[in-house]
């Protein structure tokens, strides 16, 4: 769907009043539109679409300056851009511990189609490893979190927003399913299908 317009209006109301502040009040700003973006929109799938071209032509309009900071990171992460998302995942790489660690402070988040699905689903936290594959590439991974309809992982590896992945879970069940948020090296993946609350309750 075609959403070039409104994108081109959001960039150019917020592009010059987000560009003077420093990447913090940037990415907590950014996070307040968003929440604003959805409400206004009222739409799951199309605040899906237009959320990450904004973001992209918030990016563009500033210049695509290099990534110094996580704040920045954060926001080239949720980018419609492949080159943004691999700015990101850069970053992350280079600067934090080669095991994928970070530190705990908590960034403001963008919304996501994942954490709106996700919040009607009772999740569990959990610290496992585990496997998925992601564009035929099997990988090591960390599952930090899951519900019947999607899971938080973490992993060295960058993942394109929107990529399609299969990752395996308890009593040999794997579920296909999609990348939703991306603040490397922490994914959310929403399933395609929802998984049983009986496979859910195995990790606990």
């Not at 110094?68 to 943004?84: G, K, L, P, T």
């Not at 569990?124 to 899971?151: I, K, M, N």
Request: a negative charge; aromatic letters at 6%; one cysteine or more.
């Amino acid at each position: 769907m075609e959403h070039s317009g409104l994108v081109r209006e959001l960039v150019d109301r917020w592009g010059p009043r987000l560009e003077p502040l420093p990447w913090p009040e940037r990415l907590e700003l950014l996070a307040d539109i968003h929440e604003q973006l959805f409400e206004d929109i009222g739409d799951l799938q199309r605040y899906a679409e237009i959320s990450p071209q904004l973001v992209a032509g918030l990016i563009d309009r500033w210049g695509m300056p290099p990534v110094v900071c996580d704040e920045q990171a954060h926001i080239y992460a949720n980018s419609a851009v492949d080159f943004h998302r691999a700015a990101s995942g850069e970053w992350f790489h280079r600067s934090h511990d080669s095991d994928g660690s970070r530190g705990k402070t908590r960034r403001p988040a963008l919304k996501t189609q994942e954490s709106i699905d996700r919040r009607r689903a009772p999740r569990v936290v959990v610290d496992r490893p585990t496997t998925l594959v992601a564009s035929g590439r099997p990988l090591g991974c960390r599952l930090v979190d899951v519900s019947t309809s999607g899971a938080g992982i973490e992993v060295a590896e960058p993942l394109s927003l929107g990529s399609r992945i299969e990752i395996d879970l308890p009593n040999d069940r794997k579920a296909a399913g999609k990348v939703v948020r991306a603040e490397p090296p922490s994914f959310g993946l929403v399933f395609a299908t929802p998984i049983p609350s009986e496979t859910v309750a195995a990790l606990q």
